[in-house]
Nanobody, 120 residues
């Protein structure tokens, strides 16, 4: 229903920065939350940050003060600015979109993932 395409991943040294982008297409009406999750080797996928259509944000404690999520509703695009990157930030980062059709009907969509590697 919703297609998500990520870009911006790569290899960066500790202390560096990256900016991830995720563009939504398809059934984009009623998208509420958009956000970023990540999965490191040997670990479960975890929430990084989310933003609602109204601009309310939520961050994992591990990235507060370093990462900033933003959203351009007109472009159906969500961004993740990552600063002061640490080796523990190394993971595959996935874009997520939550489409709310009713109180009881919600649909999650996921991007293909983009690799972020922090290494000296």
């Amino acid at each position: 229903q919703v297609q998500l395409v990520e870009s911006g991943g790569g290899l960066v040294q500790p202390g560096g920065s990256l900016r991830l982008s995720c563009a939504a297409s398809g059934s984009i009406l009623n998208i509420d939350h958009m956000g970023w999750y990540r999965q490191a080797p040997g670990k479960q996928r975890e929430l990084v940050a989310t933003v609602t259509s109204g601009g309310s944000t939520n961050y994992a404690d591990s990235v507060k003060g370093r990462f900033t999520i933003s959203r351009d509703n007109a472009k159906n695009t969500v961004y993740l600015q990552m600063n002061s990157l640490k080796p523990e930030d190394t993971a595959v980062y996935y874009c997520n979109a939550l489409r709310v059709l009713s109180i009881a009907r919600r649909s999650d969509s996921w991007g293909q993932g983009t690799q972020v590697t922090i290494s000296s």
